[in-house]
């Protein structure tokens, strides 16, 4: 009886965070056009918030997938409010919160509310994924796209935890590999900026990340995953 009433408990957590963030996303939604957000219009917005810049921007990097609003431009956006490093840190935080959030509405609001968000895409990953879940989202998060992954892997039989390390270990390069680009753009006041060493080096860093999934796209081909 007290593990019943423990997972009820639970459950009801579970369905309270998934309907805050359901609401906070169809808020945003209607007061904003965030269709022509950029990273520069997402980043003046942020800093508008000062010292609370760094909350307000994880909290709408981790409710993106409800809209399926490109994680690029967000992480683009993290570079040029809050430099390399933190925007790096805000990055890679808001992104593991935000496959966190779709996985957990996955796994419990079910297969229904997921094909309306992912408007029939769903099938391409559902074979995937049961077939060895672990290795097929660690493999996918270098070149699959990002939420409809997530919610794939919460309609799977792969356990939370694994779905989290594998999601936390391939994301590192590209979440601080974009906020340092972000960066750089933030510097550019000329011409002569975009052939300066402070942009290129960020844009060949970029670039580089941007080659790995391919070459992990071959290893799986060759392992029959991809």
Do not use: C
């Not at 945003?28 to 810049?53: C, K, N, Q, T």
């Not at 994880?58 to 993290?78: E, M, Q």
């Amino acid at each position: 009886m007290t593990n019943l009433a423990t997972e009820g408990k639970s459950n009801k957590w579970k369905l309270a965070f998934i309907l805050f963030a359901v609401a906070a996303a169809i808020f945003v939604s209607v007061h904003y056009d965030i269709r022509s957000f950029s990273p520069e219009s997402i980043r003046d917005r942020i800093i508008a918030f000062g010292v609370l810049a760094p909350i307000v921007f994880i909290t709408l990097y981790t409710l993106r997938p409800l809209v399926l609003f490109p994680s690029s431009v967000f992480s683009l956006a993290g570079g040029l409010a809050f430099g390399t490093w933190p925007g790096g840190l805000y990055n890679y935080i808001g992104a593991i919160l935000s496959a966190i959030l779709a996985f957990i509405i996955a796994r419990y609001m079910g297969r229904v509310y997921v094909q309306k968000i992912l408007k029939g895409k769903l099938h391409k990953f559902e074979e995937l994924m049961d077939r060895e879940g672990f290795n097929i989202v660690f493999y996918l998060r270098f070149f699959a796209p990002f939420d409809p992954l997530s919610y794939a892997a919460g309609l799977s039989n792969i356990s939370f935890r694994d779905h989290l390390i594998a999601t936390m270990i391939p994301i590192i390069p590209a979440t601080f590999a974009f906020a340092n680009f972000g960066n750089s753009i933030s510097n550019i006041t000329s011409l002569s900026d975009i052939l300066s060493k402070e942009f290129a080096v960020p844009l060949l860093l970029l670039l580089g990340v941007m080659m790995i999934p391919i070459a992990v796209k071959r290893i799986a081909k060759k392992r029959d995953i991809g």
